[in-house]
């Protein structure tokens, strides 16, 4: 069994910055690519921004330059640092993972999802 905790939401005021962590953990044999998906009110669940287990990245168009993500595997963890928040990067964000499981099966899993609210 497999699980995703994220941490890190909140609210914060336009401009302001937030850092958004998620560590998995259970019966984990590799990582492979990990990612940070939002879902505003209304909206489809959208890609914000993914990393594989070599490192590349890929941003949504809408947080180039202002959110970057990064991973520590030692940890298990994936990492999104957001600045220059703005009231449209309003959403539930949800941390996702590909993982093979000790019994060698490959699966994507959710986080339950962290509220980030930008508002003054």
């Known amino acids: 069994q497999v699980q995703l905790v994220e941490s890190g939401g909140g609210l914060v005021q336009p401009g302001g910055s937030l850092r958004l962590s998620c560590a998995a953990s259970?019966?984990?044999?590799?990582?492979?690519?990990m990612g940070w998906y939002r879902q505003a009110p209304g909206k489809e669940r959208e890609s914000v921004a993914t990393i594989t287990n070599s490192g590349s990245t890929n941003y949504a168009d809408s947080v180039k330059g202002r959110f970057t993500i990064s991973r520590d595997d030692a940890k298990k963890t994936v990492f999104l640092e957001m600045e220059s928040l703005k009231p449209e990067d309003t959403a539930v964000y949800y941390c996702?993972?590909?993982?093979?499981?000790?019994?060698?099966?490959?699966?994507?899993?959710w986080g339950q999802g962290t509220q980030i609210t930008v508002s003054s």
């Open positions: 259970g019966s984990i044999f590799s990582l492979n690519t």
């Open positions: 996702n993972a590909l993982i093979r499981t000790t019994d060698l099966r490959f699966n994507a899993y």
